[in-house]
């Protein structure tokens, strides 16, 4: 007599997609926010870059208010009829909470191969500052 244990090695595949199926979508969908952004900083600036290939300049938008910046678009689809659509398209919003107050004057926005940079240069009084120490 043969046991076959096969199907018992796919429990934790099983599994795998149960906790998906149920807690999944919430993740996932976070995960698949658009545009993709990274944001970094450093002493002077914060950078906010989105990748958004194929999104016409007319159909940005771009507002900073006091907590935060605000991007807007819509990526408009192709002619024809799909057989297969990944790339998204659709109205899109991304907004980015700033921790820090932004120097409104010194904001910069550069697009580049379909990578929109925003420079968000830190306002003077949250900027590190050196203190010079006095011997006496």
């Not at 934790?12 to 807690?23: A, G, I, T, V």
């Not at 969908?29 to 999104?55: C, Q, T």
């Not at 004057?105 to 500052?129: C, Q, R, Y």
Request: proline share 7%.
């Amino acid at each position: 007599m043969v046991i076959d244990f096969s199907t018992l090695y796919d429990v934790p595949r099983y599994m795998d997609k149960l906790f998906e199926d149920f807690w999944g979508p919430s993740i996932s969908r976070r995960r698949m926010a658009y545009p993709p952004l990274n944001i970094s900083e450093d002493e002077g600036a914060l950078y906010v870059k989105a990748e958004i290939p194929g999104v016409a300049m007319e159909d940005l938008e771009l507002t900073l208010t006091d907590k935060g910046i605000t991007l807007k678009g819509e990526r408009k689809s192709g002619e024809g009829k799909y057989f297969r659509q990944e790339r998204p398209t659709g109205v899109f919003q991304r907004i980015v909470s700033l921790n820090v107050p932004i120097d409104r004057n010194g904001v910069k926005a550069t697009m580049t191969n379909g990578v929109l940079e925003v420079v968000l240069p830190k306002s003077e009084e949250v900027k590190p500052k050196k203190i010079d120490i006095e011997i006496s």
